[in-house]
């Protein structure tokens, strides 16, 4: 019986067929809008950065950020490495939305992509000023379904508005798959990519564990509830919001002020729930 040293130097691995693997990260960003008073309370809107493309396959067409791996990274490095190169900002960890393996879901050949949710803070976009790029924008989010099952997702930016439409394909293990009706002018398969990563994230916001991601290390109540409120597409009454968020934060001794408001507590997420 040979070895398995005499078996690998007998191995020929161009004998075999190898797809190229990609990764497509999903990034979100909530930004709070400006107050037309300072009467009112500041509305958030949930952005995911999405990049013109420059070259064919679907040129001038908005893709999520993404590339191909590189040797000697893993899947998860090269994730990271693409959306720090397209932010100027290192995301502290990246969820798992799927593996996209259709043969024919890339014109230039069998491409498999890993695809990741990002979540990227206003302040640290704010501070590397990475949104003034013409091929990168974030666009503002909407996600809906109708009476027919099927999902609507919209982003825009500007005069520009995308409007993809998908169906469920499959669910399993707390996972949504959507297979896509119309493209509404998105690259790839992007826009299942979008439903799913926007599914995952609401799933995850249900429990809070992704919700504190998007605020600094201090924040008011209001400005967590408006973040699950966001992402969720929900209204909350606020005493119930409280009393279900009192055991994942704690008070500071902190308080921020504003224009017409009385001073308002801030709060920190809780160490046992990190």
């Known amino acids: 019986m040979n070895s398995e040293k005499e078996f690998l130097s007998n191995y020929r691995l161009e004998d075999y067929e190898r797809p190229s693997v990609t990764t497509d990260v999903a990034a979100f960003m909530i930004r709070q809008e400006e107050k037309s008073s300072y009467r009112k309370i500041a509305e958030n809107k949930l952005l995911l950065l999405m990049i013109r493309r420059g070259g064919h396959p679907f040129k001038g067409m908005w893709a999520l950020p993404g590339g191909?791996?590189?040797?000697?990274?893993?899947?998860?490095?090269?994730?990271?490495?693409?959306?720090?190169?397209?932010?100027?900002?290192?995301?502290?960890?990246?969820?798992?939305?799927?593996?996209?393996?259709?043969?024919?879901?890339?014109?230039?050949?069998?491409?498999?992509?890993?695809?990741?949710?990002?979540?990227?803070?206003?302040?640290?976009?704010?501070?590397?000023?990475?949104?003034?790029?013409?091929?990168?924008?974030?666009?503002?989010?909407?996600?809906?379904?109708?009476?027919?099952?099927?999902?609507?997702l919209t982003l825009t930016y500007g005069e520009?508005?995308?409007?993809?439409?998908?169906?469920?394909?499959?669910?399993?293990?707390?996972?949504?798959?959507?297979?896509?009706?119309?493209?509404?002018?998105?690259?790839?398969?992007?826009?299942?990519?979008?439903?799913?990563?926007?599914?995952?994230?609401?799933?995850?916001?249900?429990?809070?564990?992704?919700?504190?991601?998007?605020?600094p290390e201090t924040f008011t109540l209001t400005a967590l509830q408006k973040v699950q409120e966001t992402i969720m597409n929900v209204s909350i009454l606020p005493a119930n919001f409280r009393r279900m968020v009192s055991g994942y934060v704690e008070e500071t001794d902190e308080f921020v002020r504003g224009e017409g408001h009385r001073p308002a507590k801030l709060y920190r997420r809780k160490q046992s729930a990190q």
């Open 68 to 152: 191909f791996l590189q040797k000697d990274e893993t899947v998860e490095q090269c994730a990271l490495r693409e959306i720090t190169e397209e932010t100027g900002v290192t995301p502290a960890s990246i969820m798992p939305v799927g593996v996209y393996s259709a043969p024919n879901r890339d014109p230039r050949g069998w491409i498999i992509s890993n695809a990741y949710v990002s979540i990227i803070s206003e302040e640290s976009v704010r501070q590397i000023g990475s949104d003034d790029a013409d091929d990168a924008q974030w666009f503002a989010v909407s996600f809906t379904s109708d009476d027919d099952g099927r999902y609507h």
């Open 160 to 215: 520009t508005e995308l409007h993809a439409v998908l169906e469920i394909e499959s669910q399993h293990f707390g996972r949504t798959a959507f297979r896509i009706i119309e493209n509404g002018g998105i690259a790839f398969d992007h826009a299942a990519i979008i439903a799913s990563a926007l599914s995952a994230l609401r799933s995850e916001a249900k429990n809070y564990d992704i919700i504190f991601d998007f605020l």
